[in-house]
Structure formats: structure tokens, C-alpha cells
């Protein structure tokens, strides 16, 4: 292979690896925007929901054998009840609350989650098999694993169906209407207290199905919802908290990064740089790439 041609496999191999770690931190980006922009506070249990998505998902398809459809849907509604659990238990009960109580609050459930499921899945890594082949495919010396291609098949389907909730649907004008503004809405008649309940089921669902298709590759187990909370916090914040458009492609670019790095720095600094990024983008504009300085709420799709 001549010189150019090494470089192009080069970097179409990088660009797969980001985009596929990229989908996953879009998804869990999505889920910090939907819960910011109904409470105006930050999920730090949002990586636990992508940890228990693939940890259940392993059980239902592997130990019990169900097919990956029915256990995909299964997971999905155990996780998203797991997070109405969450605001009702956690959140609803707070009288007066104030932004850092809440937040505080969900670092707790994040420490619960994680310990239960260390208690439940033990400390092991798990390993599902692939929605289908896990033989590679070549493209121009590149190689991309099919569950590469579910993995961003699946990441906008889901942008899709979040854009139009959000557009087409009353109750998902209403929960924008509440991102707004919370008291108008709340004179309109819209139950908002419903409407952060529905924020937190609809979060905990996307994040179930990041830690689902991502499973394969990654195997998973109950440490990783630290980072990958990190990582779709980092997103959340490049795209501008509260556009979560800007959420997916802050994303994806943060997961292309990391591929490059690992390629062609070191492996070692790859989970780095989403911290790295995270850390500049707070100093140089707060508000992110995308973010206006009242940092874009729902409206911006």
C-alpha cells in the first residue's frame, strides 16, 4: 500500500472508532440536555443509566436467552422505569428545592446505582454478542464492524423521533414550553411537575439504549458510568447545555478526537481529552460552541 493510500485507511479508521464511541456519547448527552432543560439542574446518574442498560440487556439476552429484540424493548422500560423511580422518589419530594440540593441528590442515586449494580452483576466485565455478524467490513483499507453501523443507525433514529416529539407532538410542546418557561407553562395549565417526570423517563430510556448497542464492543461493567457520564457531560456542554442537537455532533467531533489521539499520540490520553475539551471550552465560552449565553433550551430544534 503506497503512502497516501495508508494515510486515507488511516484516518477513515479513526473517523469509524470516534464515531462509533462518539453515537454513545451523544445519547448520553441527550439525556443530560432532557433533564437540564426541565429541572435546569445536571443528571450526574446518567452514565449509571447507560451502565444498567447493558448490564440488563446482557441478562435478558444472554442468561435467559431472549432475543435481542424483546430484550432490547424489555431493557429499555426496566431502565426508563428506573428513572421515574428516580424523580419520584428523589426529586418530586424536594420542597423548595434549590439547584445544588437536586444535583447533589442525583450524585447520591448515581453512588446507589452503582452499588447495586456491583451488588447484582458483580464486578466482572460482560459481554453480550452482536445484533448480527461481528466479521468486519473493509472500506478502502478501513475495517467497521456492522455493529458500528447499528450503533449510528440507531443514534438517528432516535434524533429523529426526539425532533419530532418535540415538534409534532402536545405533550412534547408542552415539555417545551416548560423548558421556556416553567411558571407560564405551569399558568397555561400544563402539569410540569408531569412534564419533569416524562423528562426523566424519556433520559433514562436514551440512556438504557447507548449502554444496549454499545455493549457488544465495549463489554460493560459497574465502573463505566463515571466516564461515560463525564464524556456525554463533556458533549453536553461543547454543544451548549440545553441544545441537544448541538449535543450530537459536540458528540461525535469529542469521539473522532479521542480516535485521533489514540492513533496518533498515545491510547493513554484518549479518555483525557474529553476532559481536556470540557475544561477549555469553560474557559473560553461557557456557554459552548452552540450555546447562547443563556445556554439554548428545547426550543432550538
Known amino acids: 500500500m503506497d503512502q497516501p493510500a495508508h494515510i486515507l485507511s488511516d484516518i477513515l479508521q479513526f473517523i469509524f472508532m470516534g464515531l462509533q464511541r462518539g453515537s454513545i456519547y451523544a445519547l448520553a448527552a441527550?439525556?443530560?440536555?432532557?433533564?437540564?432543560?426541565?429541572?435546569?439542574?445536571?443528571?450526574f446518574a446518567q452514565g449509571?443509566?447507560?451502565v444498567l442498560g447493558g448490564l440488563m440487556m446482557v441478562t435478558l439476552s444472554t442468561a435467559l436467552s431472549l432475543s435481542i429484540p424483546v430484550a432490547f424493548v424489555l431493557t429499555t422500560l426496566f431502565v426508563t422505569v428506573v428513572g421515574i423511580c428516580m424523580e419520584r422518589f428523589t426529586i418530586n419530594p424536594v420542597k423548595h428545592p434549590t439547584v445544588l440540593r437536586l444535583i447533589i441528590i442525583t450524585i447520591a442515586v448515581?453512588?446507589?446505582?452503582?452499588?447495586?449494580?456491583?451488588c447484582l452483576w458483580g464486578k466482572n466485565s460482560h459481554f453480550m454478542r452482536h445484533f448480527s455478524s461481528s466479521e468486519t467490513w473493509e472500506i478502502y483499507g478501513a475495517t467497521i464492524l456492522p455493529q458500528t453501523i447499528w450503533i449510528i443507525g440507531i443514534l438517528l433514529c432516535i434524533v429523529a423521533g426526539y425532533i419530532f416529539f418535540f415538534n409534532y407532538t402536545m405533550t412534547g410542546k408542552c415539555m417545551r414550553a416548560c423548558a421556556?418557561?416553567?411558571?407560564?407553562a405551569r399558568l397555561a395549565g400544563i402539569n410540569d411537575r408531569k412534564m419533569v417526570m416524562l423528562s426523566f423517563a424519556l433520559s433514562a430510556?436514551?440512556?438504557?439504549i447507548a449502554g444496549i448497542i454499545i455493549?457488544?464492543?465495549i463489554q460493560m461493567d459497574y465502573t463505566r458510568g463515571a466516564l461515560l457520564g463525564i464524556k456525554g457531560f463533556g458533549a453536553a456542554v461543547l454543544g451548549g447545555l440545553g441544545n441537544s442537537m448541538?449535543?450530537?455532533?459536540?458528540?461525535?467531533?469529542?469521539?473522532?478526537?479521542?480516535?485521533m489521539a489514540a492513533g496518533y499520540v498515545s491510547s493513554h490520553?484518549?479518555?483525557?481529552?474529553?476532559?481536556?475539551?470540557?475544561?477549555?471550552?469553560?474557559f473560553v465560552k461557557p456557554s459552548g460552541i452552540f450555546g447562547s449565553a443563556e445556554a439554548m433550551r428545547l426550543k432550538e430544534f
Open 269 to 282: 490520553y484518549m479518555d483525557a481529552i474529553a476532559l481536556i475539551i470540557l475544561l477549555a471550552v469553560l
Open 205 to 208: 430510556g436514551i440512556g438504557a
Open 215 to 217: 455493549t457488544p464492543i
Open 110 to 118: 448515581s453512588i446507589i446505582i452503582k452499588g447495586a449494580a456491583m
Open 246 to 259: 448541538g449535543a450530537v455532533i459536540a458528540g461525535i467531533l469529542i469521539g473522532i478526537l479521542e480516535a
Open 180 to 184: 421556556i418557561n416553567r411558571d407560564a
Open 48 to 50: 449509571e443509566f447507560v
Open 30 to 43: 441527550m439525556g443530560f440536555n432532557m433533564i437540564y432543560n426541565a429541572t435546569g439542574i445536571i443528571n
